[in-house]
């Protein structure tokens, strides 16, 4: 039996395909989720689906004590696997190195191509005729982690539905990738 936790800043369509997945498992948990954002309409996915959830923001962009009260979060759930999933804050390598090969992240983009942000619509501009998303272990650097799995898809007619169906992509994907990873350890 695994214990997952989800990171997220914002909307939390990930988490909530994450979470939705893993309620109907009976071989894994989502334990909770963690957010830096009080408005992150993840919070709201959360309590509709009775999740757990914690609130840690970076008081005065304070890293340091906001990953110290998230460790101990981790910690009391004995998590296995921390899911970032629009985490918008970089980690510190004291953490990362803590949590070594538990931390996985999901990008829209076919990474080592556009890291950072807004990927999906800077791969459409570029006139790409696949996109795709990363899956990936975290370490020190910007989605530069060792790659799990990469799916792509054939650019679409328009940049909004591009964007739609990268996401498609992500919910279908992250879910079972987690639960492969657990079931693994
Ligand atoms: C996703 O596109 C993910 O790949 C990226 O941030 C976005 C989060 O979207 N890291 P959501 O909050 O899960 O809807």
Avoid: C
């Amino acid at each position: 039996m695994g214990s997952l936790i989800v990171l997220a800043s914002g909307n939390g369509s990930n988490f909530q395909a994450i979470a939705e997945y893993f309620n109907n498992l009976n071989t894994h948990t989502i334990s909770a989720l963690i957010t830096d954002q009080l408005s992150a309409y993840a919070l709201a996915r959360a309590k509709s689906l009775a999740i757990p959830y914690y609130v840690v923001p970076y008081f005065k962009k304070d890293r340091t004590t906001a990953e110290k009260i998230m460790a101990s979060i981790i910690s009391t759930y004995n998590t296995d696997l921390i899911a970032l999933a629009g985490f918008m804050r970089i980690l510190s390598p004291a953490f990362i190195h803590q949590f070594r090969g538990k931390i996985i992240n999901i990008h829209p983009s076919l990474l080592p191509s556009y890291p950072g942000t807004n990927s999906i619509a800077r791969a459409y501009e570029a006139g790409e005729s696949q996109l795709g998303i990363t899956v990936h272990y975290v370490d020190e650097g910007v989605d530069t982690g060792t790659i799990i799995i990469q799916k792509s898809i054939p650019r679409a007619p328009t940049l909004e539905i591009m964007t739609e169906r990268i996401h498609q992509l992500e919910h279908e994907t992250y879910p079972r990738i987690l639960h492969s990873l657990l079931d693994s350890q």
